[in-house]
């Protein structure tokens, strides 16, 4: 399978926003819902926001919920995530994967994890 592809990440300043993006190149998730997931050095990879494939249902993490936002372009077989108003506590490396929306929300995937990309948020 051709992996996923994750780019946009970078260091800011708290409160300051970035844009992350997922590249499905080789459609493998085009007929699955998608989602982005972080892992924080010391802790366990965890559940950030999920997309159904049509873009319809979206989930967030209490934590990040009415700052970031979610979303898809099938056409161009790409997902994004924009996240604002940055904390400190979102520094973690980001991924992306797909498969069934309510096993995403338990980190339950169907593909291979990528490099990720790397969001550092300062104080």
């Known amino acids: 399978q051709v992996p996923l592809v994750e780019s946009g990440g970078g260091l800011v300043q708290a409160g300051g926003s970035l844009s992350l993006t997922c590249a499905d190149s080789?459609?493998?998730?085009?007929?699955?819902?998608m989602a982005w997931f972080r892992q924080a050095p010391g802790k366990e990879r965890e559940f950030v926001a999920a997309?159904?494939?049509?873009?319809?249902?979206?989930y967030y993490a209490d934590s990040v919920e009415g700052r970031f936002t979610i979303s898809r372009d099938n056409a161009k077989n790409t997902m994004s995530l924009e996240m604002n108003s940055l904390k400190p506590e979102d520094t973690a490396v980001y991924y992306c994967?797909?498969?069934?929306?309510?096993?995403?929300?338990?980190?339950?995937?169907?593909?291979?994890w990528g490099q990720g990309t790397q969001v550092t948020v300062s104080s």
């Open positions: 994967n797909g498969g069934l929306l309510p096993d995403l929300q338990v980190r339950s995937v169907k593909g291979a």
């Open positions: 080789g459609r493998t998730f085009s007929t699955y819902a």
């Open positions: 997309i159904s494939w049509s873009g319809r249902i979206i």
